[in-house]
């Protein structure tokens, strides 16, 4: 079983930055965690895809709406993921999920994703 925690959501003002961080514990190096992501969900909205990436080929894949502002990592000999979030405006005021999956890595495709995490709350103010 593979166990995801989110962590450095908070507020910030529009054009801030912010990192957040998902430590993996557990069974982390296996076909059902070479894809890592991060969705996002705001309030009456549906959960949607930021980034991902694949852990063997570092390819990275972003959402249209964050391209250029978002940047996602992956750190193996920590089992951490990262997104590091630029230029933030009040738009990207969500919860923040990390999740875990077999590949296709896709940025969509939330149910394409094993593991969850608990989530991490941005909020940006204008």
């Known amino acids: 079983q593979v166990q995801l925690a989110e962590s ?3 507020s910030v003002q529009a054009g801030g930055s912010l990192r957040l961080s ?3 514990s ?3 190096y296996s076909y059902s965690t070479v894809c890592m992501g991060w969705f996002r969900q705001a309030p009456g909205k549906e959960r949607e895809g930021v980034a991902a990436i694949d852990t063997p080929s570092s390819s990275t894949y972003y959402a249209d709406s964050v391209k250029g502002r978002f940047d996602i990592s992956r750190d193996n ?11 933030l405006n009040p738009e ?8 875990a999956g077999p590949p296709p890595c896709r940025v969509q495709g939330a149910a ?3 593991y969850w995490g608990q989530g991490t709350q941005v909020t940006v103010s204008s």
């Open 22 to 24: 998902c430590a993996a």
């Open 77 to 87: 000999t920590k089992n951490t993921l990262y997104l590091q979030m630029n230029s």
């Open 112 to 114: 394409g994703y094993k």
């Open 92 to 99: 990207d005021t969500a919860m923040y999920y990390c999740a």
């Open 26 to 28: 557990g069974y982390t």
């Open 8 to 10: 450095g959501g908070g």
